[in-house]
């Protein structure tokens, strides 16, 4: 069975503290790996489309990278406007439909001013 | 900018009455994909659409639920006979092309209070 695992559950952070969020994955096959924001009351926003061990992609403080178990979003000198939950998502090559994405519990990140 | 639209952003219904939520996928998108995150869990894929077409409803109940994307206006996620366990944040996704590597953007949801 496919599954996304986030560690860890919740993280709190100084301001300019930096740190890494993790995503493990067990699927049969994996055609990319989605990282998401998701703000109280509202919808994940995208942030990151991985597709092979190896790739790196970065947007301001964050930078998300991937290998053939994991992936880690990684945040530098984080700032109180990126407290958020971080959702992480995998596009499986299991049976049916290859476009649902299976979502990991996600990381509730609280950056401290 | 025309991200995903959905509504009504929150709907109250009692128990056995029906919910009916809508979404207007971003422009020029034509793949529309339903998930439900009930309190404390994540995102649950429900069902994946194109216009007219239901492609892959493999996450959604069997009974209550039902979908639609019709070739004008917006998808339509109907739940029929409303129960307290359906009480959930409905988000709603588009993709351009349906490709399994497509991104898919979220809208700002649906929250369901069942009374």
């Known amino acids: 069975e496919d599954q996304v695992t986030q560690s860890p559950e919740a993280l709190r952070l100084q301001e300019g503290e930096s740190s890494s969020l993790n995503c493990s994955y067990t699927v049969s096959g994996l055609r990319g790996l989605f990282w998401y924001r998701q703000d109280p009351g509202k919808g994940p926003e995208f942030l990151f489309t991985l597709y092979s061990a190896g790739e790196e992609k970065e947007k301001e403080r964050l930078k998300a990278t991937l290998t053939k178990k994991e992936s880690f979003l990684h945040i530098t000198a984080p700032k109180p406007e990126d407290s958020a939950t971080y959702l992480c998502a995998v596009h499986p090559l299991s049976s049916g439909s290859a476009r649902q994405l299976t979502f990991g519990s996600g990381t509730q990140l609280t950056v401290l001013p | 900018n025309a991200g995903v639209m959905q509504n009504p952003r929150h709907l109250v219904r009692r128990r056995g009455q029906e919910a009916r939520l809508r979404c207007s996928p971003m422009k020029g998108h034509s793949h529309v994909y339903w998930y439900r995150q009930l309190p404390e869990e994540g995102l649950k894929f429900m069902v994946y659409?194109?216009?007219?077409?239901?492609?892959?409803e493999s996450g959604m109940p069997k009974e209550r639920f039902s979908a639609e994307f019709p070739k004008e206006g917006p998808s339509i996620l109907r739940i029929q006979q409303v129960v307290r366990g359906d009480s959930a944040a409905y988000f709603c996704?588009?993709?351009?092309?349906?490709?399994?590597?497509?991104?898919?953007?979220f809208g700002p949801g649906t929250r369901l209070t069942v009374l």
């Open positions: 996704a588009s993709s351009q092309r349906g490709a399994s590597t497509d991104t898919q953007y």
């Open positions: 659409l194109q216009k007219e077409n239901i492609i892959d």
